[in-house]
């Protein structure tokens, strides 16, 4: 018949995940916290202000809805900003770099052209330092990452990193308060997390500076959201190619 009852028999197919949306963010000052940390330090007459905020992000994007994690940030604005772009995002690597000293840092050195058109922003991402931080990898353990063979190509070296890691991750397994959740730590959902700041700061694009790994960040970011991308600075970049090492 003519009269849409088939149409609507037919099932729908199940809806996707919603997007999670981004709350405001309330920022307070925190000159005093941070005045004194930057004083007698090259830049530290350049007289910028700092203001301390949190998002709260999605421990798992394929449940908007559920447990979310907070994100500490600063904000970091020159005394003689004119004609202001935006927000610059900005993010000092690792993985497990502080993302507010990396932009406390770049507040004292960043050309003061650059500072005069963005309020400066970092944040620690997911995991790290004051943002949840996931501490369960002991000391004597921590040793024996960092002289670990960071290239490995023999069969002897995959296996002594290999055997490693899973060390690190049972243990941590082990250790860590919410293990369920220790899966959520990863570049995906960290960049996922940074589109998050993008609409908490009024953003239609991202204007974002990263190094090092900051670099791997920003270009999954623009992999995910190619359309929300203003401008990527990719200091030191890493190439996100896993093969690589095989050429």
Known sequence: ??????????????????????????????NTLLQPLLEGRPGSERGMSFEC????VPISYDEPDGERLPLRLVRAVHP????????????PGGPGASGLDGALGL??????????????????????????????????????LVAAEPQPTSAEQLDDVFGLAREVAEGC????????????????????????LREALGEEQLTYLG??????LGSTYAELFPDRVRALVLDA??????????A
């Open 1 to 30: 018949s003519d009269d849409g009852s088939d149409d609507e028999a037919t099932p729908s197919p199940s809806a996707a995940p919603a997007e999670p949306t981004a709350e405001p963010i309330e920022w307070t000052d925190c």
């Open 53 to 56: 905020g949190q998002v709260t």
């Open 80 to 91: 003689a900003q004119t004609e202001k772009i935006g927000s610059l995002l900005v993010n």
């Open 107 to 144: 507040a004292l050195t960043l050309p003061e052209d650059v500072l005069r058109r963005f309020d400066l922003v970092g944040f620690d991402p997911r995991g790290v330092a004051s943002s949840s931080p996931v501490e369960c990898i002991p000391d004597e353990t921590k040793e024996r």
């Open 173 to 196: 397994a082990e250790r860590y308060e919410s293990p369920a959740a220790l899966g959520a730590f990863n570049t995906v959902d960290t960049a996922r997390d940074m589109d998050l």
């Open 211 to 216: 190094y090092s790994y900051g670099t791997t």
């Open 237 to 246: 970049a890493v190439d996100p190619d896993p093969d690589r090492l095989a």
